[in-house]
């Protein structure tokens, strides 16, 4: 049996379509191995949003035929679709396959005529991309309990710093009734949640059903307990939705809506399609419609005529509304995008430290936010072990929750009281079922000899007491 390594970089839609492939791969007959690992086939699923990105390709391939020389690599995704002819200087790739083709890829290597390297590559590629509704047979495999759902791709915003478009072509839905029977199937495997995934999700349509009225379809679905929106552009969030959000039991309370800059001239250069206040409106009214709202966002720095009073808007309106955490991108020039011919460069230390000062801020917020939750008793999806031994998973409001003792396996929905919270995790103690006495908040007279999750848990005591005068932290 041939085996088969994937390896992913970028966006939540490359996972999604990344668990599709694999799950052909299966049918054909081939064992998937993780990345690093020995392997027959090697497929890169590629990102063109940043120039590290494609390194990413390039570091990926090298270090696959270090240790499998004789492996046959097929490179696709995005970096494919719109750097076909730099992937064909890269030693070692015997396939090229653009967006276009992506889908087809198992199918293309495992009948392909001989199994062995090319001197050169064989390149499927096509400039023009499906502009139609589409459909996308298998079912995503996933070794994680949450999965992903495809829903949409392509856009048809031109964001000035942005490729996805040329990438991804012209927006398009997916049919729906096919995205409710990929769905239930993913439901049928053990999953119990889904995070509905695309370029631009807030422009599924099907006639007249819009985003909202496929996540009230898939509510109808036995057995699937949450449906989560991954990124969703500010301009195109469905009316209703937040209301909805705020009754719905399935429905997670977590929103990621990119703001990019606080800067309203810099907003127009990236010809985004809002000014800043239409966005901190649309803060104001969402945080009072959900309580308890997970609010998270995109910010670019470093773009083209980013002086610092521009830069200090940004920062101005991060540290000012409710965000639970940002994901901070320092801006590099794409090739074919309007940005790349702009005037008025930043020189890269100051976006290594813009983004730094951002980076610094977003984990304070974080930290906020997780404090405001202690107290409370949540449901969280048991997910994993994190790298302390520890069982954690999230709340619907993308809390990531630490629970030790005997918890139960992954992919139990438990009721936990948050008792403290750390960088990056909060603490429960479990609420029901077999549950030994709680350890949380012990005091530990030496704390060299304690454990890590141990450590953790005091730590956690601290942020607490210091929590209790100040109730948010300072950001
Ligand atoms: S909305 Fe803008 S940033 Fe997002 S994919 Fe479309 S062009 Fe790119």
């Known amino acids: 049996m041939k085996t088969v390594a994937v390896h992913t970089i970028g966006c939540r839609l490359n996972q999604a379509e990344t668990a599709l492939l694999v799950n052909r791969f299966e049918e054909l007959g081939y064992h998937p191995v993780p990345f690093g690992h020995p392997t027959d086939l090697l497929v890169v699923n590629t990102c063109t949003v940043t120039e590290e990105a494609e390194q990413d390709c390039w570091r990926a391939v090298r270090q696959t035929l270090r240790h499998s020389p004789h492996a046959i690599v097929a490179v696709t995704g995005c970096y494919a679709q719109t750097g076909r002819d730099r992937l064909r200087q890269l030693p070692g790739v015997d396939f090229i396959i653009g967006n276009q083709y992506k889908m087809q890829l198992p199918d293309v290597l495992h009948w392909a005529p001989r199994w062995k390297k090319r001197l050169k590559p064989t390149v499927l590629h096509s400039p023009r991309l499906d502009r139609a509704q589409f459909m996308q047979p298998g079912v995503g495999r996933y070794q994680t309990t949450r999965a992903n759902l495809k829903i949409q791709d392509g856009c048809n915003f031109r964001c000035a710093f942005c490729l996805i478009p040329t990438a991804r072509g012209r927006e398009r839905s997916r049919v729906m009734d096919d995205a409710l029977r990929e769905a239930e199937q993913l439901v049928a495997r053990g999953h119990r949640e889904l995070v509905l995934t695309g370029v631009n999700i807030g422009r599924y349509r099907e006639g007249d059903l819009d985003l909202l009225a496929l996540i009230q379809r898939l509510e109808r679905i036995a057995g699937l307990e949450r449906i989560r929106i991954s990124s969703i552009e500010p301009t195109t969030i469905p009316d209703g939705l937040l209301e909805y959000m705020a009754s719905s039991p399935k429905l997670c309370r977590h929103l ?27 803060v104001e009214r969402a945080a009072q419609c959900v309580p308890g ?50 005037p008025r460069r930043v020189p890269p230390a100051v976006i290594r430290e813009r983004a730094r000062l951002l980076n610094a801020l977003s984990r304070a917020k974080r930290l906020a936010f997780y404090q405001t939750h202690i107290g409370q008793t949540v449901r969280v999806l048991v997910e994993a072990n994190d790298k302390h ?10 809390v990531k929750v630490g629970i030790p003792g005997d918890t139960p396996g992954s992919n139990q929905l438990v009721t936990v009281t948050i008792t403290g919270v750390t960088d990056g995790l909060a603490l429960g103690q479990l609420q029901v079922g077999a549950q030994r006495p709680s350890r949380t908040l012990r005091i530990f007279m030496d704390y060299d000899q304690t454990s890590a999750w141990q450590r953790l848990q005091l730590e956690s005591e601290m942020v607490m007491t210091s929590s209790i005068g100040n109730k948010r932290a300072d950001v």
């Open 256 to 282: 990621h809506v990119p703001l990019q800059s606080g800067d309203n001239a810099i907003l127009q250069a990236m010809r985004r399609r809002y000014m800043v206040r239409d966005y901190v409106t649309w």
């Open 293 to 342: 709202l997970c609010l998270g966002t995109d910010l670019l720095v470093g773009f083209p005529g980013e002086e610092d009073p521009q830069f200090a808007n940004t920062l101005a309106i991060a540290k000012e509304l409710p965000f639970a955490y940002f994901h901070v991108f320092r801006y590099s020039p794409r090739p074919g995008t309007a940005a790349a011919r702009l």
């Open 389 to 398: 031994g520890v069982m954690t998973g999230l709340t619907d409001n993308y």
